[in-house]
């Protein structure tokens, strides 16, 4: 396989443009870290009529598109192989492909959305007795406890000097974490990641287990889009399999755009 470089740059953001939503990783990735620096390294696989399909690496995490259906999946797979790999993510029809070679790992498929506007009419208020705000550095730690304590991200948090490395370089690359606070504690979370000019992914919405069912990730995700909106990105996505929590973010102004796996 081919290792991009910052001369490639055009190239790659121009392979992925076609399906903007389901590369917004990819396309915040590049732009604001760079081709071929930590924690973002890109690879191209050559094909007949140029690349066969892309990987992006954000520290052990991998991506995988394609505009061919039918990639090189086995290439692919023999990539990553001989990686160390947290987590490989991507099209739902691409991941398809790849998921038997890794039948070590399971594959969770979630409906990516996108929204282009806070609804008006979402009555998303803020609950009596908490404050949402933006989160800060002084609030790292209250936030990577809150993150450990949630069964759905127990593969991606596990305690490791290496998770706070990572959110503080998706805040210093232009992501934002909103927060809720109910008497002082940290009780729910959203943040955004693969921040661009145009977009962002918001990511670990995250209610305390015993503080859920009050309207607090509701009012966290839209507050968090709206902060993202008066930054003047152009669109938001997010991706989730809970049908109770996609009735929300419909509400909030969200509309499915496909499907989204990651194997762990």
């Known amino acids: 396989m081919q290792r991009c470089t910052e001369a490639d740059r055009q190239a790659i953001l121009a392979y992925v443009a076609g399906e903007p939503e389901i590369n917004l990783f990819i396309y915040g990735d590049v732009e604001t870290v760079g081709v071929d620096q930590p924690p973002v390294q890109v690879w191209a696989e050559p094909g007949s009529m140029g690349w066969d399909f892309l ?66 009419a979402f ?37 490791e000097a290496r998770e706070r490395e990572e959110l503080a370089q998706c805040w210093k690359c232009g992501g934002m974490m909103v927060g809720a606070f109910k008497e002082g504690l940290l009780v729910s979370t959203a943040q955004t990641t693969a921040a661009s000019s145009r977009s962002a992914m918001v990511v670990g919405v995250a209610t305390r287990p015993d503080e859920r069912g009050h309207g607090y990730a509701s009012a966290v995700v839209a ?10 990105r152009e669109f938001l996505c997010l991706f989730y399999d809970n049908p109770a929590a996609g009735r929300i973010y419909h509400r909030i102004g969200f509309t499915e755009v496909g499907g989204w796996s990651m194997m762990n």
């Not at 002084?138 to 069964?151: C, H, N, P, T």
């Not at 507050?223 to 003047?232: I, K, P, T, V, Y």
């Open 55 to 120: 990987i992006l690496q954000y520290f052990d995490s991998y991506i995988l598109y394609s505009q061919n259906p039918g990639y090189n999946v086995a290439a692919a797979a023999a990539f990553l192989r001989e990686r160390k790999v947290q987590g490989i993510s991507g099209k739902q029809e691409l991941l398809d492909r790849l998921a038997p070679y890794f039948p070590g790992k399971s594959c969770r498929l979630t409906y990516m959305s996108r929204c282009n506007a806070v609804d008006p």
């Open 123 to 159: 009555a998303g208020q803020v609950p009596a007795g908490v404050t949402v705000r933006k989160l800060g550095p002084e609030d790292l730690d209250q936030a990577l406890d809150l993150l450990r304590g949630i069964e759905e991200f127990a593969d991606s948090y596990h305690g």
């Open 223 to 232: 507050e968090l889009c709206r902060r993202s909106f008066a930054q003047g």
